[in-house]
Structures are given as structure tokens and as C-alpha cells.
């Protein structure tokens, strides 16, 4: 009876152990969107954020319908401040459809802060604004203008990979 019992356990833990591994998620699979945006902000603070929302990324962004499965982000609600962390996990496959459209996005707000001399520092974080794609992750960052550059930036987005 013991032997029975201890092979009842002994399958039992194994269903129990087998369970939770398909269940962890693959660190190497993918970016913990929230744990990004944790290590972008310190680096790069937005000021007065606003969060990004789903009206945004229909609208704002000329994203094709269906090309983003989940996204986070913040820009700066402060008039002439180019702040802003967009991170996107593009439905499968359209990793490079995302970059394109956040590519034409970062030329269409640098040419809108041209359109004001009074925001030509806010125009030139944005003409350098750092677009990262790593499969079908994408990440955009604009740096605020209390940072006013991308070294740290750089740091923090080398150290994801």
C-alpha cells in the first residue's frame, strides 16, 4: 500500500510540476511591456504624462487595423515637450508593418514641432528619437526635455536585449 501511495504522489507532483512549466512564460519569448516601461521612465521621466489609449493608437499613430496585439505608453501632455515611451508587441508578424508606421509617425511630429521655433529643442529629441524593434516588439522613445538626450535612453533600451 505504501509503494502504491508514494507512486500517487510521485504522479500527482509530476502532473503538478508539468502543469506549471507550460504554464511560465519564456523570458526569451518576449518583454514584460510594464517592467520596460518601469526601466524607460526612470531613465526618461514624461512630464505631466497622459497615457496613451486605444483612441490614440486608432488614430494618432496609422497603425492598420489588427497590426498591434498589445501595447503601453505615456507622452508628455506638456505643450512642446517631446516626452514619450510607446511600447508595442505587434500581432504576429507585423513587427515591420509597426515600425514603418511609427517611422512615418516620428517624421510627421518632427515636422510638426518645426512648424513652432519655440519648440526647436522638442523637434530635435524627436528627429532622434529612438524607434527599436526586435521582432514583433517595437519600441518608440522620444526623450523629455528635462533629459534632453539619449544616453541613458540608449543604456536602458541596450540592456532589454
Known sequence: MKKYMVLVLALVLSLVLFAGCGSMEDPASG???TTVMS??????????PREIDDFSIENDFGFAEGAVAEYLGKIS???????????IKAAEGKGDEV?????????????????????????????????VQDGDYVFL???SLSVNGYDA??????SLK
Open 31 to 33: 518583454y514584460d511591456l
Open 99 to 131: 515600425k514603418a508606421a511609427l517611422d512615418t509617425y516620428k517624421a510627421d511630429q518632427a515636422a510638426f514641432f518645426g512648424n513652432y521655433p519655440d519648440f526647436a529643442q522638442g523637434m530635435a529629441l524627436i528627429q532622434d528619437g529612438r524607434i
Open 141 to 143: 522613445v522620444f526623450s
Open 153 to 158: 535612453i540608449d543604456t536602458a533600451l541596450d
Open 39 to 48: 526601466s524607460l521612465e526612470e531613465v526618461n521621466p514624461i512630464a505631466n
Open 77 to 87: 501632455n506638456d505643450q512642446g515637450d517631446s516626452g514619450m515611451i510607446l511600447l
